[in-house]
């Protein structure tokens, strides 16, 4: 049985100092109902505050980063590294994003160089796949998202998929109140794990935990979180605030 896997990204959202005062709201309503693994996702600037916060509290919820450089150290500017992450005890971080993808230029090659990199120093990656809605429209959206799949995966080593967390957001759904239907985003999810029972075994495909993501609300995560292929909910605006995300974990 699958650990359902709730995580809030803030994006570009949240100074040090707003992220201390949320938690202060966050902790004293914070219940787990359902014994979900939570993380948050702040930016680079909110990360020792949240860490601070969560290790202080003694909270049982995981840290995240929204983005790393491949590369453990070197001549670029505004990058972070595997190596700063994890020292900030950082666990997990989104990589692939379609934000990334679509506004930074980011190719399934870089994103295949930084899995490894996350994995070479034991962080977690949560890999974010999807599709524009011209390519839905299309009928081609299974070949994208798997196609992205086989890029990003590629000479991944099977000992680590283990650690790996999909996290499915069809473009089109993300932060414009759309959402793709419980049925077409579980489709989608059960195409991605039947993938990675091609690319690794079944064992493998079975234990990788596959998010959706895309404008997940405290009143459509229920409908989601029961879809059989469906582990979990990577979050962005929802998380921003603490009794939607609160209701989001507690569905």
Not at 4 to 10: C, D, E, H, K, S
Not at 46 to 57: K, N
Not at 187 to 195: E, P, Q, T
């Amino acid at each position: 049985m699958r650990k359902p896997f709730i995580a809030g990204n803030w994006k570009m959202n949240m100074t040090h100092i707003e992220a201390i005062q949320f938690f202060d709201d966050f902790k004293f309503n914070y219940e787990n109902k359902n014994n979900c693994e939570v993380a948050f996702c702040p930016p680079f600037t909110a990360i020792r505050s949240v860490g601070t916060v969560i290790e202080g509290d003694k909270i049982d919820i995981k840290l995240g980063a929204q983005n790393m450089y491949f590369e453990e150290s070197g001549a670029y500017t505004g990058e972070v590294s595997p190596i700063m992450l994890k020292a900030l005890n950082v666990e997990y971080v989104i990589l692939g994003h379609s934000e990334r993808r679509e506004i930074f230029n980011e190719k399934d090659e870089d994103i295949n160089k930084k899995i490894k990199a996350a994995f070479n120093n034991e962080l977690k990656p949560i890999l974010c796949v999807g599709e524009q809605l011209e390519i839905r429209e299309s009928g081609k959206a299974e070949d994208y998202v798997l196609g992205q799949l086989d890029n990003c995966l590629k000479d991944i080593e099977e000992k680590n998929i283990g650690l790996l967390t999909i996290a499915y957001e069809p473009i089109w759904a993300i932060g414009t109140g759309k959402t793709a239907t419980s049925d077409d985003a579980n489709n989608m999810c059960k195409a991605i794990r039947k993938k990675l029972a091609n690319l690794y075994n079944e064992d493998v495909a079975e234990k990788v935990r596959i998010q959706y993501g895309g404008s997940v609300k405290p009143h459509n995560i229920t409908e989601l979180m029961a879809k059989s292929d469906i582990d979990g909910a990577l979050v962005g605006g929802a998380s921003l605030k603490a009794d939607d995300f609160l209701a989001i974990i507690n569905y």
